[in-house]
């Protein structure tokens, strides 16, 4: 019987007159990702297959912001209503985005086979160097949801070099505790897997009030054909370990993070901007898009990207959407809170390394 070979095929792309192997590979990498509007790719690493979409080109000397999903959803059911928004596409065309989906949540995805080993969220952290290695980028802004947020801090604890600022929303960086444990067994009890994913991305609130937005995600949930694959995520975030932040301590975040919602008792709050956004629930990025963008952009800013000059039909329209539905939390004096900076017109350019809170 014949027997099956693999074979290596290396593809010989000849050299242009005078141009050298790195300028080649450069040349070919800008061609692959000007090609990349929304272009899937899958890496091998050594936790399996992960898949990414590339929206933009890269600009010289820029970050690319990388996001990663929460669970039940993928990066497009979690992120698109925010990177569609109107007033996102002045900031977002100034960055390459690279949009993560966590395995087996890309759409289209087979269902794992029964007793497949679902990588723990640390090792989905781990994948992320192979992603960038394949891109050629050296940096990123992160922004993740969740188990999203989670990944991505423990991507920005392990390589902090390559991590220039962070947007956490909704980060729990504690394990499940007993009491957590033992209300999650009960609850998984008498509700489906797909209810306790609900729960866990909406408040009860939201879930009572059954607005459209949740009618939709709900049956999105309920019916995806993956839903044994979103278990195995839903089951690898339950059993994540406690990100050990210390305030002051050698485990902690080393770059501006802005952050939507609590964990403020975890980091350094000296630095710290306030701004309370009222009623936006457990996805601001699905309900809240123009509020975050505001905040995001201003975020940016005090990073040193987007200078005011570019900012022309978002810096003119701004302060209402912040102000009227913002509350300030005047009880943390040594915050800073956006919305001072912004109805005073000037930017909240803090130093970097800087915490902005935006809780919900
Ligand atoms: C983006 O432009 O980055 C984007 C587009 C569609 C869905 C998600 C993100």
Same mark, same amino acid.
């Given at each position: 019987m014949a027997e099956l070979q693999e074979v290596q095929i290396t593809e010989e792309k000849p050299l242009l007159p005078g141009q050298t192997p790195e300028a080649a590979k450069e040349a070919e990498l800008a061609a692959r990702i000007l090609l990349d509007q929304g272009q899937t790719h899958s890496v091998e690493t050594p936790y399996g297959s992960v898949t990414f979409t590339v929206y933009g080109t890269p600009k010289p000397k820029r970050p690319a912001i990388l996001t990663y999903h929460d669970v039940g959803l993928n990066y497009k059911s979690c992120f698109q209503p925010l990177f569609q928004f109107g007033d996102m596409q002045e900031i977002i065309q100034n960055f390459v985005r690279v949009h993560v989906d966590a395995p087996g949540m890309e759409e289209g995805a087979p269902v794992f086979p029964l007793g497949y080993q679902y990588p723990s969220l640390d090792q989905l952290a781990d994948m992320i160097p192979c992603i960038l290695q394949y891109l050629n980028f050296s940096t990123v802004i992160g922004v993740g949801v969740g188990a999203g947020a989670y990944i991505l801090s423990r991507y920005a604890l392990n390589h902090p070099d390559t991590v220039e600022g962070l947007v956490l929303i909704n980060i729990d960086p504690n394990a499940k505790g007993w009491m957590d444990w033992a209300a999650h067994k009960l609850t998984g009890l008498t509700s489906s897997v797909s209810e306790m994913i609900l729960g866990h991305l909406f408040s009860q609130e939201e879930l009572s009030r059954n607005s459209e937005l949740i009618q939709k995600y709900r049956n999105?949930?309920?019916?995806?054909?993956?839903?044994?694959?979103?278990?195995?995520?839903?089951?690898?975030?339950?059993?994540?370990?406690?990100?050990?932040?210390?305030?002051?301590?050698?485990?902690?975040?080393?770059?501006?993070?802005?952050?939507?919602?609590?964990?403020?008792?975890?980091?350094? %709050?000296?630095?710290?901007?306030?701004?309370?956004?009222?009623?936006?629930?457990?996805? %601001?990025?699905?309900?809240?898009?123009?509020?975050?963008?505001?905040?995001?952009?201003?975020?940016?800013?005090?990073?040193?990207?987007?200078?005011?000059?570019?900012?022309?039909?978002?810096?003119?329209?701004?302060?209402?959407?912040?102000?009227?539905?913002?509350?300030?939390d005047g009880n943390r004096s040594r915050s800073r809170t956006l919305s001072q900076s912004s109805e005073s017109g000037t930017l909240p350019s803090g130093p970097p390394g800087h915490t902005m809170e935006v809780s919900c």
């Open positions: 999105i949930i309920t019916h995806a054909p993956n839903l044994e694959n979103i278990e195995l995520y839903w089951n690898s975030y339950n059993n994540r370990r406690d990100l050990n932040f210390e305030r002051g301590g050698d485990i902690t975040l080393k770059c501006p993070v802005m952050l939507v919602v609590e964990c403020n008792s975890k980091l350094d %709050p000296t630095q710290t901007s306030f701004l309370k956004m009222a009623d936006s629930g457990g996805q %601001p990025q699905l309900t809240q898009p123009g509020k975050l963008t505001e905040a995001f952009k201003y975020f940016l800013q005090g990073m040193g990207y987007m200078a005011s000059s570019c900012m022309t039909r978002l810096s003119r329209s701004r302060t209402a959407s912040l102000t009227s539905a913002a509350s300030i």
